[in-house]
């Protein structure tokens, strides 16, 4: 399955910046050692009057981070700062945290039309748009290399072809990776962050159950289209965070590009519907298809498609959700999007056998 990004602390600090009138500044964590509550590629916006959006930490550094961000504003220039509480005694770098790692932190001006801003707007369309990007990250080097730039980059803050060239090798290796250059106006130090598409999930059926599903997949950062052939279910203001289509199941493939789609669920309660929405998506690709309802109605189902079936049945997931004991259809919609969610990060979507690392 191609990697989707399931982090969306950065439209996250994108909606709050947006309704600031006053200087902010940007911290992003670019590099961790052992235990720590984030990891490389956390942000934090913090304002002016000391508001903070985000966490770097379970609020042991947050406060110091603060002080940081008032000389970053106050001074105009990007700066490092690092904490180690692998040290029995913490207690000497001024905040007393009692954690077991250490994270090296870059603060940043970030207030509206800053090079920063602007990377963090543009990552966040392009993302969005279906495609990957980079975050270059200047960390040691001349002041004006220093901070947030994007790749693909907007015309208003451009950067340079060999920096260019390595945010193009790291969106092809998939992988975010620390970085040195030797150009003078180039950062002599820099992290490259790897940024994957947004996750795009399309729900056949637009019935009340859809309406808690819908919302869940929206806070959880993910495109979220619904469908449905009755005019009376699909209505935009229904579904306010979700596009909204009115179309039948056999024009499906028309209506949606499901090759966009790593998740689609299949949930109209009208067996006729449901046939036809699996038809669509047994001769597409989306990697997960996830069906509402008991397994004798599954397999009903999986006879009505005849030749399909076996192009369906190794991506077919139903009856979908996790067993929580979900019985309202806010919880079956939290089970599910649990579900939909562990596939996309790679996991089971079991207990964990020991207790979870702190990561």
Not at 110 to 120: F, K, P, Y
Not at 327 to 341: D, G, K, M, N, R
Request: net charge negative.
């Amino acid at each position: 399955m191609p990697p989707v990004r399931l982090d969306s602390s950065l439209e996250m600090l994108l909606e709050r910046h947006r309704l600031l009138a006053t200087p902010c500044a940007l911290a992003t964590v670019v590099a961790t050692a052992g235990s720590t509550y984030r990891k490389a590629g956390a942000r934090m916006l913090i304002e002016a009057d000391g508001r903070i959006t985000g966490l770097l930490s379970g609020g042991c550094l947050e406060g110091d981070l603060r002080e940081r961000a008032q000389s970053v504003l106050e001074g105009g220039a990007a700066s490092i700062v690092e904490y180690d509480m692998r040290s029995a005694d913490d207690l000497i770098f001024g905040i007393g945290a009692g954690c077991e790692g250490a994270m090296r932190i870059l603060v940043e001006p970030a207030s509206a039309g800053s090079a920063a801003a602007a990377a963090l707007e543009e990552a966040s369309r392009i993302t969005h748009a279906g495609s990957s990007a980079a975050l270059l990250v200047g960390l040691e080097g001349p002041a004006g290399s220093r901070g947030t730039r994007v790749w693909p980059a907007p015309s208003a803050f451009p950067i340079a072809a060999e920096a260019a060239a390595l945010c193009a090798s790291v969106i092809a290796g998939g992988a975010s990776r620390a970085v040195r250059f030797e150009g003078a106006a180039l950062p002599s130090e820099a992290w490259i962050q790897y940024l994957a598409p947004t996750p795009r999930v399309l729900i056949c059926g637009a019935g009340p159950d859809a309406e808690p599903l819908a919302a869940l997949f929206a806070v959880l950062g993910m495109a979220v289209t619904v469908i449905d052939h009755r005019p009376a279910y699909a209505l935009p203001a229904r579904f306010p965070r979700a596009r909204v289509l009115l179309a039948a199941p056999d024009l499906l493939g028309e209506q949606v590009e499901l090759g966009a789609c790593f998740a689609a669920i299949v949930m109209s309660h009208h067996l006729v519907s449901d046939a036809g929405y699996l038809r669509a998506l047994a001769v597409s690709e989306v990697p997960y298809v996830g069906l509402l309802g008991p397994r004798a109605r599954r397999e009903r189902l999986l006879d009505d498609l005849e030749g399909l079936a076996p192009r369906l049945v190794p991506r077919l997931h139903g009856p979908i959700g996790l067993d929580i004991g979900a019985v309202t259809p806010e919880s079956i919609a939290l089970a599910i999007a649990a579900e939909v969610h562990a596939f996309a990060a790679g996991r089971a979507g079991g207990a964990f056998a020991h207790p979870p690392p702190n990561s």
